[in-house]
């Protein structure tokens, strides 16, 4: 189950190793020292809030806004925790409570897609697997990522700044993709962080206020239709 895991989790690790090297460099351009942002990948382990948060910080938010948009940000991890335990339904709670806290959206759809393997003896150690190397990876490429940002060209590494953008557009796409309504709800939310900045709002609150207001939307626009 271990070596199939492995197999199954390589190509995340592959995608996240990229990814975590470019957190890495921007957040040591951030200001961030390299204890800091490779802890962040230990105790956060969270891309999208992580470059989010890098971004913030860069621009000089304060902690609590931070925090307030991770937890808007990653609250759909409720959602698939949820339907992750019921698919590990009967796995005992001491596998159940470390499994659910390494889960990423990356580890979560490859562990849906292999259903049947929470059925057989050990099952528990292929999905560990996946999630471990998942972890380890993404830590192991933060830190590669803070030791070159010191070393990379200032103007190369504002260009992987890019990189935060592309991530939440690959969040946001395959959403529009199955109900065009989300595409409403994203501008309605830039149109909000946009107006809150004119009105003189800090940077790191005008993103809560458009990430709490836009989702807030969302209730009424994907209200399903009763007939």
Known sequence: MIRKGLLTGL?????????AITYGVLAKQAGMSLTELTLMSVLVFAG?????AVNMIAVGTGALEIIIATFVLNFRHFVMSLSFMNQL?????????????????????????NPKEAKMEKGAFF????????YLSWIFGSFLGGLLGDVIPEKLSQSMGIALYAMFIGLLVPSIK???RVAVIALFAMLINALCIQLGMSTGWAIV???????????HLLKEDRR
């Open 11 to 19: 190509p995340i690790m592959l995608g996240y190793l990229p990814v």
């Open 48 to 52: 999208a809030s992580q470059f989010m």
């Open 89 to 113: 339904r009967d796995f005992s709670l001491k596998w159940k409570v470390p499994l659910s806290m390494g889960l990423t959206d990356e580890s979560f759809a490859v562990s849906a897609l």
């Open 127 to 134: 999905y560990g697997t996946i999630i471990v190397i998942a």
């Open 178 to 180: 199955r109900e065009r």
């Open 209 to 219: 206020a458009g990430t709490i207001i836009g989702g807030m939307s969302g209730i």
